[in-house]
């Protein structure tokens, strides 16, 4: 996994393309070494032995005689052998005899026989009839040869080698900075705006982007706290005065009499202004959701048990609307999340389910383990949601055409996808038809791999 | 008369708390400030302190720290603008014995205030409660009205406790949800309603006054008298 990132990096490459056009150089300098010297060398072994041929051949034929018997020559590598017109020996001590190769002054390779190195010799026939075989041990100039191939090849693997381990060196520090950057991405896309991309002051490339994508940060910081500050702020605006509008109600209700029309006035106005501070309150709360930080308050929660105590706790509203609640509820099971949350969040798809849902329906409540995590499942077979209402109902404030009959402010939905959000549990709401199904798969998506700049 | 300091910067607010306090017999100062509240409230005397988080300049936490330090142990409830778990959890923390978050119902403030000045801690640690012809047993979990012993889940049984340790006193569904079941988000009307008319059902008899009752717009209480 690592090694492959390694060969992703920039560094990596161009390292790897440099070194690899190093050693291709290298080896052509090497084998045009190799060939320059064995031609030389066999170049060299050919003339030695024309000469001795040439010069025997200008010679008489008892002094060649002589020579061959005597071994005459300087070379302690060189042998002669005279034969007679027909191949027959007449004197020295050559491996080869004519009937190993044509008689034409050509030189040729042989390979080792008869306990002997190999050779290469050449046989002539000499001015008076006589055939000179003139041969030279040629394992010396094997030897060579087999040291140079020697030296390339290793050369080769050796400057190979080195090149991907430097490659594969230079490239860490540059995949270190570009995993740092990956994690600061990760974190900052996961809402902690305080985070920026690491920059090391070196002004390369990585480092302008990183600059780059810091301003843009800062940026969205900068809008996201005006955004919030104005937000907090007309909140802050609004609270006391509803809250004085509310007491004055109270206070006005208290001040006539009972039986008074007014009075049943001023109760209307007290419960619309409590359905005005509920609205508000839930519009805040799904906003403080959002603007959380998103890690504080999670920690191992019971699934299991925060989905039993539900169970308990809407039984009776179930009972009362004649509606049946059946649960399964698979034991053990807790994940990461925040459990207060995760209770509010299903007590809003029950109390949903069971609004939703006429006397004598079905509302299912259910945990199981899936290969995905812990699902949570509400699941009801009352009217249901229109297909085309289906991607709007985590909107604030939206409420179905269908639902217009029910109490109720159209933000338990939007309350559900904002814990959901918080937690990055994927959220599903769908046609159950009848009815409706909501599941929370409790599990993080897997994290992207790293250095894979597009997500699924 | 219990006492009470209404610790609070926004006169009108200010205003219908002490009015709503007064009404119920209460006595009431107000602190419109952050130091005047401390000099007050440290001065001893009070039985119950609201205090603002937020008042200008000072935060509410902080004064409510500053007087447990100062080993002030009159109960405060706090009541605060901002609405989050974590800001719950701080104020508690902070030294504040309740939490109340704007905007809300006066009928709500006077519940929590009551609730804040009839807690003692003797009371907490009864096993066993009594209240007119009702005798709840929290080791052996048996209830018994005029005699007879009822049948309740544990839900019931700790939604009766709470009205027992609490008898007399108005209960709001809210502070009914926080104390029976741990939770603190508004749980809508109707949940609570029902729980409550089932612990009443199972309450009642041939012969028996009712002793559940509704606090019209407000919340529930335990009493002989209706």
Sequence with gaps: MFNRNVARTTTFRLTGALGGAFALGVLLLLGSVYLETTQYLSNRVDSILQVEMQQLSASTPDKVLRIVREKAVHDPILGLGLFDPAGG?????????????????????????????????????????????????????????????????????????????????????????????????????????????????????????????????????????????????????????????????????????????????????????????????????????????????????????????????????????????????????????????????????????????????DVFLGLSMTGDGAQVEVRDNGQGIAAAELPLVTRRLFRSQAAVKVPGFGLGLSLVAAVAALHRFPLFIEDAGPGVRVRIVCARPAPATPLRPSRP | MPRILTIEDDADTAAEIVRALTDRGFEVDRASDGVEGLRLASSGGYDAITLDRMLQGVDGLALASALKDRGVMTPILLISALNDVDERIKGLRAGGDDYLTKPFALGEMLARVEVLLRRSAADAEKLLLRYADVELDLVSHVVRRAGRELRLFPKELKLLEMFMRHSEQVLTRTMIFEGVWGYTFDPGTNLIDVHVRTLRKKLEGPGLVDLIHTARGVGYTLSVQP
């Design chain 1, 89 to 361: 020996y007449i004197a020295g001590e050559t491996i080869l005899t004519p009937a190993d190769m044509p008689v034409d002054g050509l030189p040729r390779n042989f390979a080792a026989r008869r306990g002997a190195p190999p050779h290469r010799a050449l046989a002539s026939r000499l001015p008076w009839g006589q055939i000179l075989v003139v041969q030279r041990d040629a394992s010396q100039f094997l030897e060579i040869r087999h040291i140079i191939i020697g030296a390339v090849v290793w050369s080769g693997v050796v400057i190979l080698i080195m090149g991907a381990l430097l490659a594969f060196v230079l490239s860490l520090p540059s995949l270190r900075r570009v995993q740092a950057m990956q994690a600061a991405s990760d974190a900052i896309g996961a809402g902690d705006l305080g985070v920026r991309l690491p920059v090391n002051g070196s002004g390369d490339e990585l480092d302008e982007l990183a600059q780059m994508v810091n301003r843009m940060v800062d940026e969205v910081e900068r809008l996201m706290t005006q955004a919030r500050t104005v937000g907090e702020s007309v909140a802050h605006e609004l609270r006391t005065p509803l809250t004085r509008l509310r007491a004055t109600l109270d206070h006005a209700a208290q001040s006539v009499d009972p039986e008074d029309e007014t009075a049943a006035l001023l109760e209307k106005c007290v419960v619309e202004t409590d359905g005005v501070m509920a609205r508000f309150q839930a519009l805040l709360r799904i906003a403080a959701l959002e603007a959380r930080s998103r890690e504080s308050g999670i920690g191992a929660a019971s699934l299991s048990d925060i989905m039993e105590q539900l169970a308990e706790l809407y039984e009776p509203l179930a009972a009362e609307r004649e509606i049946v609640l059946s649960k399964a509820i698979a034991p053990g099971v807790a994940v990461r999340a925040d459990g207060e949350l995760m209770f509010e969040a299903v007590s809003n798809l029950i109390d949903n389910a069971l609004k939703f849902t006429p006397a004598g329906g």
